[in-house]
């Protein structure tokens, strides 16, 4: 894969939005810092590429996770949704990303109304499905966010990275701390944003696992040295 390592002027924007997304599912902070720019670039090429603002939303949000220029990446992620839905408004996935950026204002009844869209659009769609169990907890009772995750992994067994870091904090959020920890597992961490810390301390110390637990901070500490309990919101 040589030649990706910079990848060359004469990229068409649909060939840099299709490397900027195989960089965004590294979901790791230098992977998706280049998926940035590849995506950026992407919609600076044609600005009607509602799929690559789609995934540029995404990157962005998953920098401000990271503790990366987070009102700067909070604000570019929410303006990205923004156009994304704008463009091509039959996009499932534009819906999501845009629910999730309300949902993270505490507009929650827009956040649901988009969400409903969204699945209304692709009703079993993988992608949309694990977007909306993001945010699941807030909106069902958790009987039926667990049951929502379990639906989503039998629809795709082999889920990607990117999926397992929302399942654990899906199942985080209705207590099922096992399950949390289980997905948790499949990420390397550097592949944690900061909330994913806090469910790791916070699954280990609800299971009685005290040790690991406190191991588990302080590791969150020396990456995080400002993480808090606030972080899982």
Do not use: C
């Not at 900027?20 to 599912?25: D, R």
């Not at 588990?216 to 899982?232: G, H, I, M, Q």
């Amino acid at each position: 894969h040589h030649r990706h390592r910079k990848p060359p002027d004469n990229l068409n924007a649909y060939e840099l939005y299709l490397l900027g997304t195989e960089k965004l599912e590294q979901v790791n902070q230098v992977d998706v810092e280049e998926a940035v720019r590849l995506l950026t670039r992407a919609v600076e090429l044609d600005p009607g590429l509602a799929r690559a603002w789609v995934e540029l939303s995404h990157s962005h949000g998953i920098l401000t996770g990271f503790g990366v220029e987070r009102d700067k990446n909070r604000a570019l992620s929410a303006e990205a949704a923004e156009r994304a839905v704008q463009l091509d408004p039959g996009d499932a996935e534009a819906h999501a990303v845009y629910a999730m950026i309300l949902g993270d204002r505490g507009e929650f009844e827009r956040a649901k109304a988009e969400f409903d869209t969204a699945l209304r659009l692709a009703p079993g769609q993988f992608e949309v499905l694990t977007f909306y169990l993001d945010w699941a907890s807030t909106f069902e009772e958790p009987e039926r966010v667990a049951q929502l995750v379990d639906k989503a992994v039998s629809l795709n067994p082999g889920f990607p990275m990117w999926s397992a870091r929302i399942f654990a904090h899906a199942y985080f959020m209705v207590g099922r701390y096992e399950d949390a920890l289980r997905m948790l597992d499949r990420l390397t961490p550097e592949n944690y944003g900061r909330k994913h810390w806090v469910m790791r301390s916070g699954a280990l110390a609800a299971l009685g696992r005290t040790e690991e637990a406190k191991v588990s901070v302080t590791d969150a500490l020396r990456r995080f040295p400002n993480l808090t309990v606030e972080d899982l919101s």
